[in-house]
């Protein structure tokens, strides 16, 4: 049985799926259909394209073969072409019924013509370099020149001639075969891979918030990028997105236990993976940038670049340590009606600016009251997200056991300690000698002045009275930050299942 399982299990990792795209063009505005092949390391682009499949493949009227494309040199008055208006000589033909022709011969884009049925669509742009040589009169050679050898110019040789003969090109009747005629027929062709491990993919225009609809871009770790890949439905944009990003996050859960192989059991990578970061200052004109995060041991990265060997580590653009980060969730949709319902339902925080309008954001704040604000593509990533920072957090106040801070009151040095074991402890720092010491459950409050000091309220157990503790700290957010997760990690060392409860992005996946 397990053998049968297994099989299966692999079976279903190899499975390869394909499917029909548009490949949009947002400078020129055009859109041409592709074909995609998603398999578990790589996704395929592939275009329609004609080949000869068997007889003379005889191309000496221009085309691809004089690297230029195949261009209309002549339209009949009065004819189908004529009468659309929408054509002109010196268009180049890139486009016959969906099949990209930008590297097609002279032959074969007549051949594509001719068997194309009653109704032709064909996709064109304009040449600005082509009109000089197609005003020549049919039949004539290319531009004169001193040097001239008396040849057509390839430019003027690859025209076509719309509701009527191409140049050299002679239609040949269908009850006298031509001898050994090429035979072609329409294949879909690779033309570029893109590796998914470590890629990344963004629904939205470049540095802004703009979503795209129904469309976005998957790019490889060295930069390529697929280009925009658009679908003809909402569903099938969200099939894709959700099939190629599970693809990616597979590959980076296997990244993640070659690196931990080579990492001490203390210093294990929980989770990694890119999102979109939010700049800081309204003023710029990109309002987000993709950044790699991971949480590797005692510290949470921020990476422009994923690491790739053991110095890279070090090299992150920031780097905090997980007891002294507060994790928050700040949006989980677009829909203004369901963000109301989710603020009442779930509890989600409101505190940060909220101007943009993407959906699946969290922020990571640090010491000295400094923020991340972060966006993802799906909610899934979301509550991994979520899931990993909590399992993180926990895992280092395990590891720390206590953390010690400098403080002062009342004009003398002190030193504060948040132990996971005995609570909370306050020490003069030059004696040595305790304070005061409370437990955990014995903090009933607390209030600060949002710049470097704090009251903590504590419940005396044998009086029941609150007794306030005012205590002043050089970076008060990281102080508030670590009590915060060591609470945090005890009450789930008491009730794992508490922690769960509170997943507020898993509550609106299991919602749904």
Sequence with gaps: MFIYLNFCFCALLSQTKTGIALLYDEVSENAYDIRLKLTKEVLTIQKQDVVCVSGSDHSANGGAEHKVPVVISKMFKDQAADQTGMLFIGDAIMQVNGINVESATHEEVVHLLRNAGDEVTITVQYLREAPSFLKLPLGSPGPSSDHSSGASSPLFDSGLHLNGNSINTAPSSPSSPIANEPKYEKRWLDTLSVPLSMARISRYKAGTDKLRSNAFEVLALDGVSTGILQFYTAQESADWLRAISTNISDLTLQNMKMANKCCSP??????????????????????????????????????????????????????????????????????????????????????????????????????????????????????????????????????TGSKTYMCSWQGDTLCFTVDFALGFTCFDSKTKNVLWRFKFSQLKGSSDDGKTKVKLLFQNLDTKQIETKELEFQDLTAVLHCIHSFIAAKVASVDPVFIDSQSIARKYMYSN
């Design 266 to 399: 203390s210093d294990q990578v929980i989770h990694m993976g890119w999102v979109h970061e939010r700049l800081e200052g309204t003023d710029s004109s990109q309002l987000y940038k993709f950044k790699f995060l991971a949480l590797k041991g005692s510290s949470f990265y921020v990476f422009s670049t994923p690491p790739v060997s053991t110095l890279d580590w070090v090299r992150a653009e920031k780097i905090y340590n997980l007891c002294e980060v507060l994790f928050k969730i700040h949006k989980l949709w677009l829909a203004d009606d369901c963000w109301l319902q989710a603020n009442l339902y779930l509890g989600i925080h409101q505190d940060f600016d909220l101007e943009d309008h993407r959906p699946y954001c969290f922020s990571v704040m640090v010491g000295h009251g400094k923020s991340h604000y972060f966006n993802v593509e799906l909610c899934s990533e979301l509550a991994v997200w979520e899931k990993s920072f909590q399992r993180a957090i926990f895992l280092e106040v395990q590891r």
